[in-house]
């Protein structure tokens, strides 16, 4: 069968890199794909125009589709192919306001019983500051809408609150900022879960965790991503039961009993708290960089088991996963998550791709194998397994500093807090 992923982060890479080891897969296309795809294989279109991925479909006897990013899914890619009689991994549209309406989110947790921060919904400013100034700060202001990851900020002080919700509602986001959630600040360690869901069925795969600040200890603005590991030591099979049944398992019943069944990968950004996991929020794809380390540790083949989330049966799919530890370490171009250059050719990659356990996966990449540069702010995912967080770190960074690029940068402490543990244990 020839699959096409929709998408051209690291997470599509990664996705592709998997999917290309299954026996039923004969070519595996991405649009519009990076660098780090075959030059036959990257097709010229993005998601956004629905007709030309089903004219893809047809020309290139595609089978399956992997909706990688959310817009597409928001905007109902999955619902339009469905309709066409093309089968898609990802949610309709219905089903993808899990990610693209945190206020659809927050209600349905009221609604279920779902541990979450407590919130209130607004779309005027004078009610939203006045329950800012009864709250008090540290609060939480969000948008409600998809905001590239921006549309979050935690306020310090009530002023900064309110700033928060002039700029929101004013426009800051589009109409993403139409209407806000305003919630309590969790405390704890945050951890990043996934489950493949059928509309009923769930499989829980694993945890990973990333750095969101774009500096190391954990500062500055926050980005895409800026490394992963995975396994997440605070995600113990205890916890990870938890979630399954007070988070993940309340809401595919509340999703299916109100007739919008969630299918494709849900993905619960959880504080864990000293009360217990909480929700922070739900993503309707895989999490970019998590999917790179989740790929690296996954031993079975996925195809069968994103064709069932599309078209039921999850209940009879088993996935085995590596004990080994998986890190990946971003490499993003200075400036990044402001303004940042393009175009600076990356040398190295054959020689930091040879180190013992290293892959690497392109995001912001454009090229060809020999002549790759930079295109983007995440540019390249350089992943490493290990016996131990310890080793796959060193071979991740080893990789790195073989790869020659002036303009870019990376975090140097990814995996801090599993290095900490693994330490301590040790
Ligand atoms: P989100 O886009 O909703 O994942 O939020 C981005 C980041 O903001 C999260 O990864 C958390 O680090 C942080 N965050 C969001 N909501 C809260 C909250 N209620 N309490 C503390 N931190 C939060
Ligand atoms: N790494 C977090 C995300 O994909 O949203």
Redo the contacts with the bound molecule.
């Keep these: 069968m020839n699959l096409l992923i929709i998408g051209s982060g690291g997470?599509e890479h990664a996705l592709a890199w998997a999917l290309s080891r299954s026996p039923h897969v004969s070519r595996v296309y991405c649009a519009p794909g990076n660098g780090g795809i075959a030059d036959d294989l990257r097709l010229d279109a993005d998601g956004t125009d629905f007709a030309q991925v089903e004219a893809i479909v047809r020309e290139r006897d595609i089978g399956f589709v992997i909706v990688g990013p959310e817009a597409p899914l928001v905007a109902g890619l999955v619902d339009y192919l469905a309709e066409r009689g093309i089968a898609a991994f990802g949610p309709s549209a219905a089903a993808a306001r899990l990610e693209g309406s945190k206020g659809f989110t927050k209600d349905l947790c009221a609604r279920a019983s779902i541990p979450t921060a407590a919130y209130r919904r607004f779309t005027d400013a004078a009610p939203a500051k006045a329950f800012i100034r009864e709250t008090g700060a540290p609060i939480v202001v969000k948008a409600d809408g998809l905001a590239a990851?921006k549309g979050v900020i935690i306020a310090a002080t009530v002023a900064e609150a309110e700033t928060a919700v002039d700029n929101i509602l004013g426009g800051q986001f589009g109409s993403a900022g139409a209407e806000l959630v305003i919630e309590e600040f969790l405390e704890g360690e945050e951890a990043?879960f996934f489950a493949l869901v059928d509309g009923e069925n769930v499989l829980p795969l694993i945890a990973a965790q990333?750095h969101?600040r774009v500096g190391e200890g954990d500062s500055g603005p926050n980005t895409?991503?800026m490394g992963?590991y995975s396994p997440a030591p605070v995600m113990d099979a205890a916890m990870c039961d938890r979630v399954m049944e007070d988070i993940i398992k309340p809401t595919v019943a509340a999703m299916a009993a109100d007739g919008t069944p969630f299918r494709g990968v849900l993905?619960a950004?959880l504080m864990i708290t000293g009360k217990g996991p909480q929700l922070i929020e739900y993503?309707v794809?895989?999490?970019?960089?998590?999917?790179q380390v989740l790929m690296m540790r996954l031993q079975s083949d996925l195809l069968p088991a994103l064709i069932a989330s599309a078209k039921g049966g999850l209940d009879r799919v088993a996935l085995h996963w590596s004990e080994a530890c998986a890190v990946t370490v971003v490499m993003a171009a200075e400036g990044y998550p402001g303004s940042y250059a393009k175009g600076e050719v990356i040398g190295g990659l054959d020689a930091a791709a040879g180190v013992e356990g290293v892959q690497i996966f392109h995001a912001g990449t454009a090229g060809s194998h020999g002549e790759i540069h930079a295109n983007g702010g995440r540019v390249l995912n350089v992943t490493a397994t290990g016996a131990t967080v310890s080793q796959a770190v060193e071979r991740a960074y080893r990789a790195v500093d073989l790869i020659d690029w002036p303009g870019g940068f990376c975090r140097r402490d990814i995996a801090w807090r599993a290095l900490a543990r693994e330490r301590t244990k040790g």
């Design positions: 997470r990851g990043s990333d969101k895409g991503g992963a993905f950004g993503n794809r895989f999490g970019d960089p998590e999917c």
